[in-house]
């Protein structure tokens, strides 16, 4: 029996048995290489903040590089669109932490604290990288 080059599917000749566990193992080979193309490199989501509540995001994995955005202050307190904050390899963000499941969002000490990623009530929407 021959197989392909790239994925080393089996290439059954006509003096070839086919085998089942040949078969299985093709099978497995190709649904594994699907699934892995199906997965998107990143994620988006939202949150709210919880202010002097340090809290948990859970998106599944630990992302390589997580941005957070807030549109609710624009024009108040940034410009044009609100709060972004973002941590990775080599980005620091006090009050984000990356988990291996997510994200941790740390508790808010006080209003001045920028970038504000808890502030309580308020809708955050991020994009995490895998």
């Known amino acids: 029996m021959n197989y392909t080059e790239n994925y080393h599917l089996p290439q059954w000749e006509e003096s070839d048995r086919v085998m089942m566990k040949d078969f ?11 699934g892995a193309a199906a997965e998107k490199p990143y994620v988006f989501g939202t949150y709210y903040g919880k202010g002097t ?21 624009a024009g108040t307190y940034t410009k044009a669109i609100g709060t972004i904050a973002a941590v990775g390899p ?22 001045i604290t920028y970038p504000q990623v808890n502030r309580s009530g308020t809708l955050y929407q991020y994009v995490a990288f895998r």
């Not at 080599?90 to 209003?111: A, I, K, S, W, Y």
């Open 24 to 34: 299985n193992q093709m099978c497995a080979s190709i649904d594994e290489g699907i």
């Open 53 to 73: 509540i340090s809290h948990d995001v859970e998106i599944g994995f630990r992302p390589s590089l997580l941005l957070v955005f807030c549109n609710q202050y």
């Open 90 to 111: 080599r980005v620091d963000c006090t009050l984000l932490t990356l988990t291996d499941t997510g994200f941790h969002v740390g508790e808010l000490p006080n209003d």
